[in-house]
């Protein structure tokens, strides 16, 4: 059985800190991964997909950058943390490209910047 | 572009009642759709998708959504609520062959009267 993890649960960092967030998938190989973010009580946000290792493809720009080191890794950093960037991000991962793939989602990770 | 729209942001229903939360879907072609559950701080569990066919899908836990082309919809219903079922839920729609764009409606909020 495939299983998704995420480091860390939690983070609570400074304005202007550096970030990184990770997220490792045991059990599939060659999956395609996403990076997500939901701020409070809010909808989903897709920011970056991976369909291979060294290939990240952004969604959308918040000032955050992602990288595939390995096959089974995704990680989200940024050199400087802004108050907008609180909230949850959730790491998933799909079998396969296609419409009718679904995406498993990882526990996340609540990041708070103050 | 493809877009879902959840227009109830809270359903609140007493336990044991049946239950319908509504989605409709804005887009060009065939979509694939899906339904979510977030539990309280955890991340997104899938409950059911719709592949074209049958436009009644059975999900997980007693959950079922119908598909509708001519309604541009994909409501989400169960016969009889539990109190477990307190959670926020989310529509999401897919692109086929373009899978890795998942797209989120804003959500629903379920509560559940004792």
């Known amino acids: 059985a495939q299983t998704i993890h995420q480091w860390p649960v939690a983070e609570i960092k400074a304005v202007g800190s550096p970030l990184s967030l990770g997220c490792t998938i045991k059990?599939?190989?060659?999956?395609?991964l996403y990076w997500y973010w939901q701020a409070t009580g809010g909808t989903l946000q897709q920011l970056f997909y991976?369909?291979?290792?060294?290939?990240v493809e952004s969604v959308v720009q918040l000032n955050l950058s992602a990288s595939r080191p390995k096959d089974d890794q995704f990680i989200l950093s940024t050199e400087k943390l802004l108050l907008s960037h609180s909230g949850f991000y959730l790491c998933a991962w799909s079998p396969r490209t296609g419409g009718d793939a679904e995406q498993f989602f990882g526990p996340g990770t609540r990041l708070t910047v103050l | 572009a493809q877009s879902v729209t959840q227009p109830d942001a809270r359903v609140t229903v007493s336990e044991g009642a049946s239950l319908q939360l509504r989605c409709k879907y804005s887009?060009?072609?065939?979509?694939?759709l899906f339904w979510y559950v977030q539990y309280p701080r955890q991340g997104l569990q899938l409950l059911l998708k719709?592949?074209?066919?049958?436009?009644v899908v059975q999900g997980v836990n007693g959950f079922e959504a119908e598909f509708s082309k001519s309604n541009s919809s994909f409501h989400l219903r169960k016969a009889s609520v539990h109190w477990s079922d307190w959670a926020v839920y989310f529509c999401a729609v897919s692109m086929f062959p373009m899978g890795y764009k998942l797209t989120f409606g804003t959500g629903t909020s379920l509560l559940v009267d004792p």
């Open positions: 059990g599939k190989s060659s999956p395609n």
């Open positions: 887009y060009f072609g065939t979509p694939y």
């Open positions: 991976s369909i291979t290792v060294g290939q």
């Open positions: 719709y592949y074209p066919g049958d436009p």
